[in-house]
């Protein structure tokens, strides 16, 4: 399985953006898609995921701020970023794993700076 990631760009603080994380082929059993981000410097930490059955976890940095979803039928997991913050700017990657799946898309840069 590929993914495709896309929506990531440049956005001023309080702002949002919304990534999506398509993957190619059929996905079947259990499984979670998921989004990390790495900054430079830092370590990649995992940002929210998303279970096949619809359960969702999130760091806490992120809470309440961004939302994880996906939609089945189009194999397609979606990040919903709101209330962006600079400490937020890093490259966001997708990854599908779990059910013996471990795939990682290319990773889309998000910028939050005036």
């Known amino acids: 399985v590929q993914l495709q990631a896309s929506g990531g760009g440049l956005v001023q603080p309080g702002g949002s953006l919304r990534l999506s994380c398509a993957a190619s082929?059929?996905?079947?059993?259990?499984?979670?898609m998921g989004w990390y981000r790495q900054a430079p410097g830092k370590q990649r930490e995992l940002v929210a995921g998303?279970?096949?059955?619809?359960?969702?976890n999130y760091a806490d940095s992120v809470k309440g701020r961004f939302t994880i979803s996906r939609d089945s039928a189009k194999n397609t997991a979606y990040l919903q970023m709101n209330s962006l913050k600079p400490e937020d700017t890093a490259i966001y990657y997708c990854?599908?794993?779990?059910?013996?799946?471990?795939?990682w898309g290319q990773g889309t840069q998000v910028t939050v700076s005036s």
């Open positions: 998303v279970a096949s059955g619809g359960i969702t």
């Open positions: 082929g059929s996905i079947f059993g259990f499984n979670v």
């Open positions: 990854r599908l794993y779990g059910g013996g799946y471990d795939s």
